[in-house]
T-cell receptor
Framework: DGGITQSPKYLFRKEGQNVTLSCEQN?????MYWYRQDPGQGLRLIYY???????QKGDIAEGYSVSREKKESFPLTVTSAQKNPTAFYLC?????????????FGQGTRLTVV | AQTVTQSQPEMSVQEAETVTLSCTYD???????LFWYKQPPSRQMILVIR??????QNATENRFSVNFQKAAKSFSLKISDSQLGDTAMYFC?????????????FGAGTRLAVHP
């Protein structure tokens, strides 16, 4: 089955630690996105990527880093510089061509700082 | 920069009634897409409906339809014959498709409750 997989579903981090959230897709999509969702708020864009080895900062990139070494994979690292990382993180992917731009989402990762 | 605004944090509707969720956006782009996504308590994001900016005809998907007013930069969602399963967060989203990057941004969401 084609889809987008995020892991783990739940993640706990100690203060001062870096953690990496995994996002893998087998939909052959060029574009991938990372969003943060806080309670009562919408999805805020962290980073997005259109092609391998290229990515752009979104609206809240500070304290996060990404890589796009393979088309299928777009991992997100939450660094110790992110002062309030507890949130729900969603990864998405979409084709990059006119007429077919629906974004598909993973199940999300809930990150908690302990 | 593009922005998406949903001015109704919460809405409620009786089962079988009709409800309209509002969305406005700001952009200088001429080529873009607009979406409504639904997020039920499972938190899985589900596409409800999509509108291409170059199409004047409003999109419809069964009980869901939009009122797309390009000049006013308005994109409202109408849900007819509301069902209990429609209870969810609804997000309006904008995708820029110019300049080589498909940037997808969301509004703050509207929480819809359908009551029996």
């Amino acid at each position: 089955d084609g889809g987008i997989t995020q892991s783990p579903k739940y993640l706990f981090r100690k203060e001062g630690q870096n953690v990496t959230l995994s996002c893998e897709q087998n939909l052959n999509h060029d574009a991938m996105y990372w969003y943060r969702q806080d309670p009562g708020q919408g999805l805020r864009l962290i980073y997005y990527s259109q092609i391998v080895n290229d990515f752009q900062k979104g609206d809240i990139a500070e304290g996060y880093s990404v890589s796009r070494e393979k088309k299928e994979s777009f991992p997100l690292t939450v660094t110790s510089a992110q002062k309030n990382p507890t949130a729900f993180y969603l990864c998405a992917s979409s084709p990059v061509r006119q007429g077919n731009t629906e974004a598909f989402f993973g199940q999300g990762t809930r990150l908690t700082v302990v | 920069a593009q922005t998406v605004t949903q001015s109704q944090p919460e809405m409620s509707v009786q089962e079988a009634e009709t409800v309209t969720l509002s969305c406005t956006y700001d952009t200088s782009e001429n080529n873009y897409y607009l979406f409504w996504y639904k997020q039920p308590p499972s938190r899985q994001m589900i596409l409800v409906i999509r509108q291409e900016a170059y199409k004047q005809q409003n999109a419809t998907e069964n009980r869901f339809s939009v009122n797309f007013q390009k000049a006013a930069k308005s994109f409202s969602l109408k849900i007819s014959d509301s069902q209990l399963g429609d209870t969810a967060m609804y997000f309006c989203a904008f995708m820029r498709i110019s300049g080589g990057y498909n940037k997808l941004i969301f509004g703050a969401g509207t929480r819809l409750a359908v009551h029996p």
